[in-house]
């Protein structure tokens, strides 16, 4: 739902139209004085302002034109870079509403004492209270399931239809309120009071109501407040000085002067970058808790990556059959491998088939016709066929098939457990395939190191970024997946209390460390992490801990945070870069300016060759109001990023911001100068 | 030739800042070493002395109080010294008490090694002032500009609680550093005949049989430790234009070399402290750069001559001679004055009121920048500064919180480093514009026009940056001008000095983050470009339009 829709929600007439309402009621002096850049240019605003109206109090009777067009100016200029920022926080909003929507009341079966079923509102739930969820009810709260199995529908929290199976105990337990059920029914303990349940927090992080400055942009704040200081001091003691030499400097341009040499374009886009920055970590379907920690993203330097799921697809991939006590590795056991999956879609049934046809084994399934299917269900944990002659054909999880096939008295091979251990003991999922009493076989699933990891590796080691792979896996097999898939380092047998132990290692010598997780014993690592990404899939516990949750339960998108905290960072950093190079062209456009009148030698550094003075201080201070909306884009997109060395990006960006925002102004503004030196 | 002269100075500079950046790393490193052999034994006599015990590190605010309360003690008793100068002894030409203000601003003209000076020795300074008041603080105050440079540049490098320990620093300064090699300067000085005497005045009958009086005193002595410390308060009121101050070109280059080669080395001993010699070429080349612009600047404009002296047929082909010193010519003149304000020394030796606009914008320029090489230790704490300022602008474009030296640069660094930086402009510009638009300070201005304006912008751009060589032609020995310079020079000392202290400490106690490919290089070229672009765009720009209004108007309407 919110992947689909939020693309395109940039630039809708709605939008748009909602941010030019917010520009103009951020004008207030209360909102604005937060961001002292602008701030000093809304008081230029007013003090221009006033000497087109009252002209008489300022002796500025004969320049009110001149006076009225650099208030519009400036008014702009303010108004651009409110919007700018409501346009970001607009953005936010929309998915907020979205969300709001998922959010519609719903009945909860409260279990009352005595073990009755008392229908009340989801909102008056509280934490503790016991409540049951069947088939095709919405789960009222967010909570834990305490009792049973069901497949619950996600989709409205993480986009992807495909049900996930919710069990009591282990790392499966936890459930999300506006969520439905889909299947069998569930016991939940209520672990949310109203109001702060785990859609409430997600409404309220991307409103961004909550939204704190991170430590970098107050620092850089800091910086852009001084800069503006040092050239109030520069513009204040002008009038005095020229006044030595004969030149009364008029308000307006010393306003001019000043409104274009301090940082307007960094100031009036900071905040939108940094808010726009946390809405593409959300676009990712991944939810920040903090910009801090999407700026701490773009700061790693060792990831810790568990292999299943992440680096491989898991224990999936057909890629051996084993035959188990008199059964002979033949065309019998193939042809009943082929059978039992043939109508199973799950992707290790399918890898099966697909192993089988790639290898061109030959497999007869002609039995199978007309048979009917039997799914997966969490509680057999097995999936099979019942043929049209009556055998039951299953497949499944070794112990569940032996059960199976035990409770039709049927005799399991003696060495049926020996080889799934020798299957399981080298990293892979040994699956048996039983028909009535007898058990046939082992499908061996094998895990596969996912296409294009290994250059994702490779492009994040030219990041500067170590990769460490976790496994349960004995030694042996780690070490292959892990050459296979080209991480720097891996931990074999690894326990969370191993992980922990990693972090601490790397964070010992001054790194940063990212790590996924899902399960409860994941949730200390998570919180050692400098950032750590949850599995929506996962315990509450976990996600509590983590700085950020993956609404999609793709661990591999770690990698994605990473470019995005770093693509907010060089989107600060060449804005900033970008202007305080573009005062260079200002200077020579206003300085001479200024003092041509009394000095028309001053002609000399008039290089851009500018129509007349008062054309040259419009010229360059339209620049200074349009660069912003200009720029905008590239705020909300953050700027072009592709993995490579430091130095690389850095001469890339010097060349594109540094120089760039050299040139580009003296471009410009001679070409509004062509322009505007036609009235003045 | 004249270029040949330039380019040897420079080629003998470049050849001792390694040994002598080595040498200064020894002295300061606290690890074992041969300079402690040689030095030791005084030094723990004069520990022992002074009654100090144990000599752990302090951390920067105990650092910062001590250097700060020995300033103040000293400038209080130089003080009681000047207004107390008839009952001195050595003071054979009965100099009488100094007056208030302009005590006042003497004495923090020189404890923050600015050496301004708004009185000329010869008439108002008894023997017992030049060397207990004026040498004293020349010791002191480059030796705690130095110590506090070390303390900055540990804090930058090594990882702890404190920078060291200000009172071992400050007497290792002196005793390993500036008071062997003012004693060899000296000597040198003598024999190439610079005066060293306690004997009164000469009166001497001329040719014509008339009675001149020709100052001399402990000259040799005063004048190696005043370019040796980037002091520049001269002996007599000309400064080193004085014949004998500076006798002939080889104590010329003497004295250039002497203020310029500490400055030029400490980049180098940054190097050694931060372990990269790579890191400390860069901050050295970054300064040379600069510098060697503004030297081909002032040497152009110079020997391009006045242009209004071709208009009154005046021959000026061998350029604009005016207020040099003919031994020196241009080159020797253009090359004093671009190392004197670059390394804000402050000593003359020829008028730099004299010089032709742009001529006179290069050391105003090299003032206001304030991190060309720049005085004992400030300037390399300037440099350093941008260089962090450098990294935070531009380090965030590779996509990671901006680190220098592998540290972390955060809100309370920068929060810091502006102060410094707002600072500087602050004390430059306001006190410009009060000097303009009051009276009191137009009384002083002996020039109309822009020229008017440059005097007063170097007046403070000079005791801001602690320079302290005057554009002369002020007359800036009136209440306002003691009282309003002493004030920028204190300003301009401790603010700075006392911010970066702190950068120090808050650096010291962060966490090194370790360095990868992804990581942002402060060690090549392309830094050192950055640095040299971070410097002009946010140090020159802001002076861009007071610049214009003085030399560059000056230039642009003589023409």
């Known amino acids: 739902m919110m992947t689909n829709n939020r693309q395109k929600r940039m630039l809708t ?191 309220s992080l991307v409103e961004g109501a909550k939204r704190q400055k991170t430590p970098n942009e107050i620092a850089l704040g800091t910086l852009l407040t ?52 946390m809405d593409r970590v959300a676009q990712y379907n991944v939810l920040a808790m903090s910009g801090k920690a999407v700026e701490a993203a773009g700061d790693i330097n060792t990831m810790i990556l568990d292999k299943t799921g992440t680096i491989t697809f898991g224990n999936r991939m057909a890629s051996e059959f084993v035959a188990v006590g008199s059964h002979v590795k033949s065309a019998e056991l193939l042809n009943w491998a082929a059978i039992s999956s043939l109508k199973d879609e799950t992707p290790e049934g399918r890898s099966v088939l697909d192993y089988m046809k790639r290898n061109g084994l030959p497999f007869d399934t002609l039995g199978a016709e007309g048979g009917e299917f039997i799914p997966f269900r969490a509680v057999t944990r097995m999936s099979g066929i019942d043929l049209p002659d009556g055998r039951q054909v299953r497949k499944g999880a070794v112990d569940a098939v032996r059960n199976w096939v035990l409770s039709q008295g049927g005799i399991v091979p003696d060495d049926l457990t020996g080889k799934a251990n020798v299957i399981a003991s080298a990293g892979g999922t040994p699956l048996a395939v039983a028909v009535d009493k007898d058990v046939v076989g082992l499908i061996y699933l094998k895990d596969t190191v996912k296409p294009g990891m290994s250059e994702r590796f ?59 997780g899902d399960g409860t014993n994941d949730a200390p690592a998570l919180a050692q992490a400098d950032v ?48 305080i190079a573009n005062d260079i062209a200002k200077y020579f456009a206003i300085i001479p300016a200024m003092f041509m009148i009394v000095i028309p030698q001053m002609n000399a550094l008039n290089v851009m060759k500018l ?56 471009i410009g503004i001679k070409l509004i100068d062509l322009v505007v030196h036609i009235w003045v | 030739m004249e270029m040949v002269q330039i380019a040897v100075v420079v080629v003998i500079l470049l050849a001792l800042v390694k040994p002598l950046g080595t040498y200064v790393y020894h002295v300061f490193s606290n690890e074992a070493n041969w300079t402690d052999k040689v030095f030791g034994p005084f030094e723990r006599l004069l520990y022992k002395f002074i009654g100090i015990k144990n000599r752990d590190g302090m951390s920067w605010k105990k650092y910062a109080l001590s250097f700060i309360v020995t300033n103040l003690i000293l400038t209080a008793a130089a003080y009681l010294l000047l207004r107390l100068q008839w009952i001195h002894l050595f ?33 108002a300074l008894s023997y017992f002032s030049q060397m207990a008041v004026i040498m004293m603080m020349m010791f002191t105050s480059a030796a705690t500009g130095f110590s506090v440079a070390i303390a900055f540049i540990r804090g930058l490098t090594s990882r702890g609680q404190t920078i060291g320990h200000f009172f071992e620093d400050f007497v290792k300064a002196h005793t390993r550093i500036f008071l062997p090699a003012s004693f060899v300067i000296t000597l040198v000085l003598v024999a190439l005949q610079v005066p060293q005497t306690l004997d009164p005045t000469l009166t001497v009958k001329t040719l014509e049989g008339a009675a001149q009086q020709i100052a001399i005193g402990p000259v040799a002595s005063l004048e190696s430790i005043k370019h040796l410390g980037t002091n520049g308060g001269g002996f007599f009121g000309v400064n080193s234009a004085h014949p004998f101050e500076n006798p002939n070109p080889l104590t010329n280059v003497i004295e250039i070399l002497s203020m310029w080669v500490l400055p030029a080395a400490l980049p180098y001993t940054f190097g050694r402290f931060a372990k990269s010699k790579k890191q400390g070429w860069v901050i050295f080349s970054a300064m040379m750069v600069l510098f060697l612009v503004c030297l ?70 090299e003032m206001m920048l304030n991190v060309v090489f720049g005085g004992k230790g400030v300037g390399l704490i300037n440099m350093l500064m941008y260089a962090i300022l450098a990294v935070f602008l531009c380090g965030l474009m590779v996509g990671r919180t901006p680190e220098f030296l592998g540290r972390k640069i955060e809100p309370r660094e920068v929060k810091l480093i502006a102060v410094a930086i707002l600072a500087h402009p602050f004390i430059i510009l306001v006190p410009t514009a009060l000097a303009l638009l009051t009276d009191a300070g137009r009384a002083g201005i002996t020039n109309p026009g822009f020229h008017g304006i440059s005097q007063v912008l170097y007046e403070f751009a000079s005791s801001a940056a602690n320079n302290g060589s005057g554009f002369e032609g002020l007359g800036d020995n009136t209440t306002f001008w003691n009282i309003s310079t002493g004030l920028v020079m204190l300003l301009g000392r401790y603010i700075s000095i006392i911010a970066m202290l702190a950068v120090a ?18 060690d090549n070229a392309l830094f050192t470009g950055l640095l040299i672009g971070t410097v002009l765009l946010i140090g020159a720009l802001t002076f861009m339009p007071a610049v214009a209004l003085g030399p560059i108007a000056e230039y642009l309407t003589i023409r």
């Open chain 1, 13 to 203: 007439a709605d939008a748009v139209q909602r941010a030019l309402k917010e520009s103009l009621l951020k004008l207030n002096p209360v909102t604005m004085v937060k961001n002292p850049v602008m701030f000093v240019v809304e008081v230029c605003t007013v003090i221009v302002l006033l000497m087109t109206v009252f002209p008489g109090y300022f002796h500025s009777e004969d320049r009110i034109g001149f006076n009225l067009t650099v208030f519009l100016i400036l008014l702009f200029t303010v108004l651009f870079a409110n919007f700018a920022e409501a346009l970001a926080e607009g953005r936010g909003k929309a998915q907020a509403d979205s969300l709001k929507k998922t959010k519609q009341e719903v009945m909860a079966n409260k279990l009352v004492e005595g073990g009755s079923i008392n229908v009340i509102k989801s909102t008056e739930l509280h934490r503790g209270d016991l409540v049951i969820a069947s088939q095709g009810e919405m789960i009222p709260c967010d909570g834990e399931v305490v009792e049973g199995v069901a497949s619950v529908d996600e989709s409205a929290i993480t986009g992807e239809s495909a049900p996930v199976i919710k069990e009591a105990g282990g790392d499966f337990n936890s459930v999300t309120g506006g969520t439905r059920v889909v299947s069998d029914w569930i016991k939940i303990r209520v672990i949310s009071e109203p109001g702060e349940s785990f859609i409430d927090r997600m409404i």
């Open chain 1, 226 to 277: 001084s800069l503006t200081l040092i050239f109030l001091i520069v513009v204040v003691t002008l009038g005095p000085i020229a006044k030595f030499v004969g030149i009364e400097l008029e308000v307006p341009v010393l306003i001019a002067l000043l409104v274009c040499l301090i940082p307007t374009t960094i100031g009036g886009l900071l905040s939108a970058i940094g808010i726009a920055g």
């Open chain 1, 458 to 516: 490779e492009q994040l080691r030219q990041m500067g970024i170590k990769t460490i792979m976790c496994t349960g896996d004995n030694p042996l097999t780690a070490a292959t997946i892990a050459k296979e898939a080209g991480v720097d380092g891996y931990i074999a047998e690894s326990t969370p209390e191993d992980k922990i132990e990693v972090i601490r290692r790397e964070q010992a010598e001054g790194k940063l460390v990212a790590m996924t």
């Open chain 1, 532 to 579: 750590g990404i949850a599995m929506n899939s996962g315990t509450t516990a976990a996600k509590e801990a983590a700085n950020m949750v993956d609404l999609d339960s793709d661990p591999s998108k770690i990698i994605e945070v990473v470019a995005i905290g770093k693509q907010l960072l060089m989107t600060r950093g060449a804005l900033t870069t970008f202007s």
């Open chain 1, 611 to 666: 129509g007349s003075p008062y054309s040259a201080i419009l010229s360059a201070l339209i620049f200074n109001a349009v660069i912003i909306p200009f720029l905008i884009p590239l705020a909300m997109k953050g700027v072009a990023y592709r993995p490579m060395s430091g130095s690389r990006l850095l001469g890339r960006n010097l060349l594109i911001y540094g120089l760039g925002g050299m040139l580009a102004p003296f």
């Open chain 2, 91 to 123: 003071n054979p030409n009965g100099m009488e008490g100094m007056e208030a203000t302009l005590s006042f601003n003497t004495v923090i003209s020189f404890i923050t090694n600015t050496n301004l000076q708004h009185y000329s020795g010869e008439s």
């Open chain 2, 296 to 365: 081909t600047t002032v040497y152009a404009a110079e020997k391009a001559g006045n242009p209004v002296f071709g208009g009154l047929g005046i021959d000026a082909s061998q350029g604009s001679m005016e207020g040099k010193e003919v031994r020196f010519g241009i080159a020797g003149s253009a090359l004093f004055t671009a190392v004197t304000t670059a390394a804000t020394t402050g000593s003359v030796n020829n008028m730099h009121d004299t010089l032709t606009p742009i001529g006179g914008l290069v050391p105003m320029a």
């Open chain 2, 505 to 522: 400490g808050s650096l010291l106690r962060k966490q090194p983050v370790p360095e990868t490919i992804g990581t942002f290089r402060t």
